[in-house]
Nanobody, 121 residues
Framework: VQLQASGGGSVRPGDSLRLSCAASGHSFRSYTTAWFRQGPGKEREFVAAIRYSGDSPSYADSAKGRFTVSKSKNTMYLQMTSLEVEDTAVYYC?????????????????WGQGTQVTVSS
């Protein structure tokens, strides 16, 4: 499956943004999918994941209460609200078939190219 992330941009603190991750070649029906991000000078970190069933999404502590992950047949979304400067990063979408260790980047086989989110005043 090929993944294409989009929706990034430059916003101010407190703004909202919605990222999309489109799948080509396969639907997301059988995949657990996730968002990761990598800020300047930082390691890639888990943001949110949603299982192939669509149930029980998981979030990093930094995302809880502000971000919402969802998906349709071929697209995964990350609705981000109350954005903070610390959310500045390249956001990547990823997918795996098995659905284990969903917060670990090494569990994911397929990756999108990333979309830049910049939050600054």
């Amino acid at each position: 499956v090929q993944l294409q992330a989009s929706g990034g941009g430059s916003v101010r603190p407190g703004d909202s943004l919605r990222l999309s991750c489109a799948a080509s070649g396969h639907s997301f029906r059988s995949y657990t999918t996730a968002w990761f991000r990598q800020g300047p000078g930082k390691e890639r970190e888990f943001v949110a994941a949603i299982r192939y069933s669509g149930d029980s999404p998981s979030y990093a502590d930094s995302a809880k209460g502000r971000f919402t992950v969802s998906k349709s047949k071929n697209t995964m979304y990350l609705q981000m609200t109350s954005l903070e400067v610390e959310d500045t990063a390249v956001y990547y979408c990823a997918a795996q078939l098995i659905g284990t260790a969903i917060s670990q980047a090494r569990s994911y086989t397929y990756w999108g190219q990333g979309t830049q989110v910049t939050v600054s005043s």
